[in-house]
């Protein structure tokens, strides 16, 4: 059985930060891409930040630009993501999640976490 557990998630004042990990089981995610996603309250899924098989490329959000980095390990089957200067508008459920290509878009993702919930108070 394909599993990926997020973990890392919490509560922290603006301009925390928080590292959220992601690691996965039943399946080697090596020649995959690895992506993060975010969900507020009532809010749709929505793309964060990926990173492809080799860790040489990724891409971001424009609104996390700067601020999120996203990493991973192959060795260990697991993808990070490194939130700095956090806001109250980062609060959202976060979800990795892989697939064979880099994309932004949900339905692009055929293996998905099953959440972290990340809290920014102001």
């Known amino acids: 059985q394909v599993q990926q557990v997020e973990s890392g998630g919490g509560a922290v004042q603006a301009g925390g930060s928080l590292r959220l990990s992601c690691a996965a089981s039943?399946?080697?995610?090596?020649?995959?891409?690895r992506a993060w996603f975010r969900q507020a309250p009532g809010k749709e899924r929505t793309f964060v930040a990926v990173?492809?098989?080799?860790?040489?490329?990724?891409y971001y959000e424009d609104s996390v630009k700067g601020r999120f980095t996203i990493s991973r390990d192959n060795a260990e089957n697991t993808v990070y993501l490194q939130m700095d200067s956090l806001k109250p508008e980062d609060t959202a459920v976060y979800y990795c999640?892989?697939?064979?290509?880099?994309?932004?878009?949900?339905?692009?993702?055929?293996?998905w976490g099953q959440g972290t919930q990340v809290t920014v108070s102001s």
């Open positions: 990173i492809n098989w080799s860790g040489t490329t990724t």
């Open positions: 999640a892989a697939a064979p290509f880099m994309g932004r878009g949900v339905d692009e993702y055929k293996y």
């Open positions: 039943g399946r080697a995610f090596s020649s995959y891409a």
